[in-house]
C-alpha cells in the first residue's frame, strides 16, 4: 500500500522559507513524476514542482520559479519542497503526489499524501 506522508509545513512571514518532506512507502521510484501541488480556500488544486524521478528533471510552475526549489533523495524515498522569499500569497495546503505523468497536472498522479498547511503572513 502505498503511503506518501508530508511534513514541514508551518507559518512564517514573508519572505521566509520553509522545506517541506514527502516521504514515500510502498512506492517503488519508477520512471514517472513526483509532484508538489497547492490548494488555497476557494481555489483550484494547482501544480507546483514536480521531478522526473528516472532522471532528476526538474519542473515549476511559473509562480514560484527562483524561489522554490524541489529535490529527492532516492535512498530515504523522499522528496522536498524548499521554498524560499515566501509571499502571503503562497498561503495553502500543500500536498505531495507521486506516479504522475502529466507533471503539473494533479489529474495525472496516482498518490496523494494527506497534505501540510502553509501559512504565510504579510
Known amino acids: 500500500q502505498v503511503q506518501l506522508v508530508e511534513s514541514g509545513g508551518g507559518s512564517v512571514q514573508a519572505g521566509g522559507s520553509l522545506r517541506l518532506s514527502c516521504a514515500a512507502s510502498g512506492y517503488t521510484y519508477s520512471s514517472n513524476c513526483m509532484g508538489w501541488f497547492r490548494q488555497a480556500p476557494g481555489k483550484e488544486r494547482e501544480g507546483v514542482a514536480a521531478?522526473?524521478?528516472?532522471?532528476?528533471?526538474?519542473y515549476y510552475a511559473d509562480s514560484v520559479k527562483g524561489r522554490f526549489t524541489i529535490s529527492q533523495d532516492n535512498a530515504k524515498n523522499t522528496v522536498y519542497l524548499q521554498m524560499n522569499s515566501l509571499k502571503p500569497e503562497d498561503t495553502a495546503m500543500y500536498y505531495c503526489?507521486?506516479?504522475?505523468?502529466?507533471?503539473?497536472?494533479?489529474?495525472?498522479?496516482?498518490?496523494w499524501g494527506q497534505g501540510t498547511q502553509v501559512t504565510v503572513s504579510s
Open positions: 503526489a507521486a506516479e504522475g505523468k502529466t507533471i503539473l497536472a494533479p489529474e495525472g498522479y496516482n498518490y
Open positions: 521531478i522526473y524521478t528516472g532522471g532528476g528533471s526538474t
